[in-house]
């Protein structure tokens, strides 16, 4: 039996092998990529909650003392379902009357790095 090429049909073997290895490269860089997409959501909800923490202490701040005194205080709490630690730090203005609020979070395994700071203000002549 003598097969004419212009009558074959179908792949050769080498063709469905780099078909494979194709689709597999394919595979492997899509779930690469979901797997950072991942990273990056659980990045960005760190970030989000420590900045949520970050405005609750700004505010509680601001109500316990409308003029703080000018100094650093630091402390932690349990926020979002984890531990995270805080420093706020009140410092003078060139108007007297008016004090700077800085409120830094950071996670507990990284003291060093802040996941997020937010500044307000506070004083007599903004309590109106």
Known sequence: MRVDAEHSRGFTLLEV??????LALALLALSRTAANQVDAFGAMRERTIAG???????????LAT???ATGTNDGRRRFGGRE???DVVVQGTPVASIRR???HVYALDDPKSP????TGFGGQDLQQ
């Open 52 to 62: 949520w923490l970050a405005a609750d202490v700004l505010a509680q701040t601001k």
């Open 17 to 22: 092998l780099v078909a494979l290895l194709v």
């Open 115 to 118: 996941i997020a700071t937010l």
């Open 84 to 86: 995270w630690r805080y």
């Open 101 to 103: 609020i800085d409120v």
């Open 66 to 68: 409308p003029f703080p």
